[in-house]
């Protein structure tokens, strides 16, 4: 796998946790705005709000995407120990937005090392 394709893995791989933090911090902002009795917002922000509420469903969508993608890679890669793959399958399946970026800096991102005969 060239650069080129593990940068935009690893920016596809991080697009969830960055969804999760804006994601919250709209709803925070929304709660916080808007929390009076009788005030509504904008037009324009309940816009935003349509959008916001309609990325979540792409969002799993690239979750999923994602997880085929690392899924079959744990298998491909000759890099993960024979012994760990099922264990690496099951973290990502289960544990997929924290998971994901720490398999691809593991046996993506990094270049194998050098075994040195001494």
């Known amino acids: 796998m060239n650069k080129a394709v593990k ?13 999760l933090v804006l994601f919250l911090g709209f709803i925070l902002s929304q709660f916080f705005l808007f929390s009076h009795k009788g005030s509504r917002p904008p037009a324009a922000i309940e816009g ?23 899924i079959v890679n744990v298998f491909r890669n000759d890099r993960v120990p024979q012994d760990k793959r099922a264990r690496w399958a099951v973290t990502l399946f289960l544990g997929n937005m924290i998971a994901m970026p720490i398999y691809w800096y593991l046996y993506i991102w990094r270049e194998p090392q050098e075994t040195r005969m001494q």
Do not use: E, N, R
């Open 7 to 19: 940068i935009i893995l690893g920016a596809a791989t991080l697009w969830p946790l960055v969804h």
């Open 48 to 70: 935003w709000f349509y959008v916001l509420f309609a990325l979540p469903l792409v969002t799993l969508l690239w979750i999923v995407a994602l997880l085929i993608i690392y």
